[in-house]
């Protein structure tokens, strides 16, 4: 790799009022290569991306940008301007417009035009080309809406770099990918390096940094940490440049002891309540214990998620099989019935599902148990008051006071408020889907700790995870689901990565029988 | 609003800024209001603000304010509907029939029962209308424009047919005083002292039971500054009709209405999932909310006020008439948004609302008293309307 400097920072600083976002960051990202950055909410990540994108143009920063060795100026136009310099970023919540097909978002603001009429075979022919030279996989007449996430995302690579883009922004590509398609992404991010495209990457998943990057950039607080060749970086090291502390374990010793069986699941099948033919859950049983955690593992798409919402009355129609709390059959007609018998869920998308965004904090917690504080018709709008902030003070929401929106939290304050609201409802059994995606490092090992309290109170919680490290780390047992069953259940004492991604892929069968021959 | 615990004392001073800053927008619309007055009466030489006018200015309003409150909650949790102002012409109608051809073969000379009668069977209308409208929209997943625009249709008819298009007089003893009499300025004076005694009451209830809680209060003399400004507008709107005839018996019925809904809006369950369907519907209906029941109810509520409407309406008006009501779901709709209320559902204040259709009232009023035709009253609607949305969006992106 050649020592050509694309992109300097030069003691850049980004304040807002009352805090310093960035703070004397200087580092260089090199020609060609794939640069990671990472560090915790708040390290100013989303901010020196904002200040290249040209969300904060030039001016409202002190220090320089260079690019290609002149000062990037990004004026009024600022964004528009970006891109035309060839600086494209990937948001995390994906910007398509999902009704029209893949080449009209590629081609958005920039159809082409012959006397006012859009030349459509053009536009598809040169979205065709655009799609092969980079090996993206995605039919260019599709309608968006009907695509994977994954795909989503490709359609989203290749918009930015049919505008020529020389770097490419990547912000947590991968949070909603699952496996197989990360690996797609990290293949196509590949292909994109022999082109000459530089990458940028912003991950919370630390793994992901030792696959794909080059070199890495560490920021804590706004403060440069380090830059440093990737080959010559350790996980252990990330971590502690990341917290500025050595972290010896991600995840927190917990004094779980499993008690009796509280769930029982016995090869459950439902079908999609809007489509009677098509099955969402085909064959699932397991049981949960008081004050375990059993984390369900599996590929996106497996099921994992139809399976608890369906546990939790609010997606799929049960044609088979029982669901045992406490050796009672139940069924869940809705959520509400749900939370009734005891079942409470933190959903996997917590601002779509978990949030009232636009409210506050306390409005949030209390949501789901209103009626607790309801005397006849009447809120009793202390109690709940002072109910809410018990949880708030014990989870450690940080926040100014319980009267701030939702929407201005960061993302692991906001997931604690969905775990206070449905903690409220004093379940049994807490279902928890994927409850540290998108979360940094230090405030996910908060949430685990606050796990741990839980189980030891005698909670059973089911923990969906789509990190295999996290599905190790902090589970008694884990089941394993492939394409909408369950395909086995593992002892944590025996459990590997190896063996859940052999299950979990469907490749299991072959390695059993080998191990029989043993 | 919910009080803040407040973490540390705080100095009044500091309190009554926080207070001033976190509601913004509705003192903004008040100043809009203050300005507003100011300008017709300078223009109008005083007229304006006489006794007389501003007593009628009230009780021009009050027929669609009492719609806008429960058009608040219908915007709010993510709906519109379009029938009210026909409903409420609707219900004018069937009362006026009642008033003028049924009750006195019934109950000849029984004209106190008539109107109790009336009142009882036009609100009954309204509130089954809203029963059926609410049954479509909630249960059989019709969406509320779509409803309520054909209910428009179908009342229209139902008016026509009701009317056989004649004018049906409603004018008759005690039923005219719904819509058209005043209170004896004793009642002013007794209903005055009533309310400043149940504000403060509340005032210290509510600090009482914040600290049986174990809450910060917050400072005295901020709480009864504010109690004792609600007071004083009290009494200062009795001081001023009383001027006059007397408060106004629409105004009142107005009044009531709109302090229980508002009640109602933030401490009750029903209000509350309302604001969160409003503001996220899958987060809701996953926090175990009856998304279909609220959905119900609030149309069940908002048939219930169009009811109400109707009956001041008949009595206001003094006939039930083909027009009856035409064009009023603008006004109610214009005097939410006016108010605050978000068309992307979530956000809305009844008291927002009231402010919005004072507004919506006052330039009407003050453009008549000016004798502008009333085609230019109707641009000039317009005009406020959209100005006002667009000070507000303004604002709101300058904070």
Redesign the interface.
Known sequence: MSDDVILEFKNVTKKFPGITALSDVSFNIKRGEIHGICGENGAGKSTLMKILSGVYPHGTYTGEVLYNGKELKLGDRSIRQATEEGIAIVYQELTLVPTITVGENIHLGKEPVERGIINWDKLYSDTDRLLKKYHLDVPSHAMVRHLGVGKMQMTEIAKALSEDAKILILDEPTSALAESEIDQLMDILRGLKKHGVTCIYISHKLEEFFQITDSVTVLRDGKHIVTEQTKKLKVEDLVRHMVGRAMKERFPKGHRKPGEVILEVEDLHAQDPNDRNFEIVKGVSFNLRKGEILGIAGLMGSGRTELVMTI?G?YGKVTQGKIKLNGKEITTK???D??RQGIS?V?EDRK?????????I??NIS??T??RF?KL???N???E??ES?EFAKSLTIKAS???AKAESLSGGNQQKVVIS?WLM?KPKVLIMDDPTRGIDVGTKYEIYKIMNQLAEQGIGIIMISSELEEVLGMSDRVVVMHEDRSVGTLDIADATQEKIMALATGTAAKSKTRKVKK | M?A??A?QKESATNAITKQLRGNLQTYALVIALVVIWGLFAVLTNGTYLSPQNVSNLFRQMTITAIMSVGMVLVIVHGSIDLSVGRLAGFVSVVVAILQLRTWHHLFPEQTLLAAILSTICGIGVGTLYGIVQGYIIAYLRVTSFIVTLGSMWILNGAILVATEGKTIAANQEYFEDIGQGYLDPLWGWLIAAGVVVILFVTMILGRR??A????TLPSMFADILKTAFFAALVVGYVVYVNAYRGIQNPVLILAIVAVIVSY?AD????G??V??IG??I?????????IKLTMFQVFVLMGFLCGVAGVVMASYVGYGTIAAGTGYELYVIAGCILGGTSTLG??GTIFGAMVGALIMASVTNGLQIMNVPSSWQYVVNGLVLVIAVYADVYFKKNK
């Open positions: 939790f609010e809705n959520s509400a749900a939370m869920l959903p779509r599902h978990g949030l009232v965004l636009i409210q506050s306390l409005r949501l789901a209103l009626s309801s018709f009447r809120i709008d202390s109690a008051l002072k902030m006071n319980l009267n609201k409802s | 919910t803040l615990p973490t039971r914040k049986k809680y174990g809450f109602m401490n009750t369950r029903f509350r999932y604001y969160a503001g996220n899958e987060a809701s209906r996953l926090s175990g909310i009856n979530g956000v």
